[in-house]
């Protein structure tokens, strides 16, 4: 193993065994030679890894090598897609989660990050579009329900942002967040006292 594959191992952090799980796996089918220079799968793996280690620029890095050596790679683009999202890049990530549900029309999880970067720049009616589509594939988790709540809390939708807001926290009794949205949606229904409520439930929650 190179000294420049060590020490790319040293700076993943928590996702260090893994990188060097998948080094070694593709040096044996390499013959001995690390990163494999055009296994486009490899890197999409190292930059999903190097995502779960929140190093989101070292994820950039592996998605585009993936890209560059297979353009038609589904699951990096929507991997670059949610590594720009994650540092506020919104638009180009939008634009890569639009070239992720080109190749791969069927992958909810693109059209659900999509539509969380389209509610950061404010184009709510085409966010809540999105999670939608989402959840016409099957994606039926507390984050999606949390997000289409927030942003129909923002185009005054109240009653359905608190319907949604009960579902995510249906799924996850102790997401302060949902909780915290719930009283926004009742703040705007006028039920002041439940909204209090709910307001503490989420301070509560996020102190622990």
């Known amino acids: 193993m190179t000294e420049e ?27 001995g030679t690390a990163e494999p220079s055009g296994d486009a799968d490899f ?20 998605y585009h090598k993936a890209i560059a050596l297979k353009p038609d790679h589904a699951k990096a683009w929507h991997g670059r897609g949610v590594a720009l ?39 709510y009616q085409e966010a809540v579009a999105s999670l939608d589509k989402a959840i016409a594939l099957g994606q039926d988790d ?5 997000g289409r709540g927030v942003v129909l809390s923002h185009l005054g939708r109240y009653q359905e942002a608190l319907a949604n807001t009960d579902k995510a926290i249906a799924r996850k009794p102790d997401y302060a967040h949902a909780w915290n949205n719930k009283g926004v949606a009742l703040k705007g229904l006028g039920r002041s006292a439940e909204a209090e409520q709910a307001f503490q439930k989420a301070k509560a929650l996020e102190g622990k």
């Open 43 to 62: 890197y999409q793996r190292l930059g999903d890894i190097t995502f779960d280690a929140q190093n989101y620029e070292g994820a950039l890095d592996y």
């Open 142 to 146: 507390a984050d999606l329900w949390y």
């Open 85 to 123: 999202g994650h540092l506020g890049r919104y638009q180009e990530a939008i634009a890569n989660s639009d070239k992720a549900i080109a190749l791969k029309p069927d992958n909810a999880k693109a059209w659900y990050n999509r539509g969380v970067d389209l509610s950061h720049l404010g184009r």
């Open 5 to 31: 594959t060590n020490s790319k191992i040293m700076q993943i952090g928590d996702g260090s065994i893994a990188i060097g799980q998948l080094i070694l796996e593709a040096a044996n089918k390499a013959g």
